[in-house]
């Protein structure tokens, strides 16, 4: 059975990528995801808002021997659970490079352009394989219109091209107002890969304390849908890549990703629910049904059920919106009226 998929210029073995998680904090979990079959990984993120310090407050410090760079870091994460010193970065990337013969993306997380961005040649040069840009950011300021925050990450994304060689992947939130078009400005700045979604991590309000909370939910696998609906919209049209991550759990939720139109399927959640091995046992269940079903390799399945390849593009537009409203029926048993 031919796993292999392209992704970002590189051959993987398998379309099973681990996305950014702790999880890769340690080598060992890296060889263990080698192991398992995963066909590359991603680091953890290191934060624009931690570069940015860095550089701030180094300057700061030797100019004022004050201690304002570790005051200025307490709202990031500590060392021991998320936060990085930029050196430790490239030291685990280093030691990833040696233990694993897989692909080993790293993973930069900002928004907007900016002196922060000369770390992806530092990042090159330790040898990632290629540098996962996550965009995540909130529109919360009601002056700035959506085309200048788009601008923003189009500048962001050539920004980081120009700085480095190796191929650049975008990771996108979908709380964007037309995302064919970003993604052909995105292509236009240089992105070799797209990577959909981010997922949104929404407080919660305890009621009784009158507190907003932070609150971290592992994904479910119907958050999957959103992302194949674009994937399968993108693929044809644009020359990026594409990845999907958010919702991946199973070999059904890899399948759809790729005939959707995705190189590549992303797993976080799942892996920290059942574990690096699962990845094992995805990929024994991916194999067997594409037995089952006569396919011999990924690159087949690729796309068949992309909006390009159906026959019936309503499902993916508004005519499919009406009628899903429209045929529902209320449950029986329910007291509606
Ligand atoms: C605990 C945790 C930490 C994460 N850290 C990062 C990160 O540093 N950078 C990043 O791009 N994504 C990060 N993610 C997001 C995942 O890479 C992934 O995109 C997301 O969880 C959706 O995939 P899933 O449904 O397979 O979990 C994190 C997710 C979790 C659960």
Known sequence: MDLTSDYLGLELKSPIVVSS??????????????????GAVILPSLFEEQLTLDAAALEQDLAR?????????????????????????????????????????????????????????????AGADALELNTYSLATDPTIPSSEVEQGLIDLVAQIK????????????????????????????????????????????DIDKLEVVPRIVFSSREELLLRLHWVAILFGNTSCDLAITGGVHTAEDVLKCIMAGAQVAMMTSALHLRGIPWIADVQSDLIRWMEEHEYSSIRQMRGSLSRRSVPDTSPFDRGNYIKTLSS??????????
């Open 65 to 125: 021997g004050s201690e304002s760079y570790a005051e200025s870091l307490s709202y990031l994460p500590s060392q021991d659970t998320y936060h990085y010193t930029q050196a430790a970065y490239v030291a685990h990337l280093q030691a990833a490079k040696r233990n694993v013969s897989i692909p080993v993306i790293a993973s930069l997380n900002g928004a907007s352009p900016g002196g922060w961005t000369y770390f992806a040649k530092e990042l090159q040069a």
């Open 21 to 38: 998680t702790p999880l890769s904090k340690s080598v060992d979990n890296l060889m263990r995801m080698e192991a398992a079959g995963a």
């Open 162 to 205: 120009r700085s480095v060689t190796i191929p650049v992947a975008v990771k996108l939130s979908p709380q964007f107002t037309t995302i064919p078009h970003l993604a052909r400005q995105l292509e236009t700045a240089g992105a070799d890969a797209l990577v959909l979604f981010n997922r949104f991590y929404q407080p919660d309000f």
């Open 328 to 337: 529902y029926t209320l449950r029986p048993g329910v007291p509606h009226s």
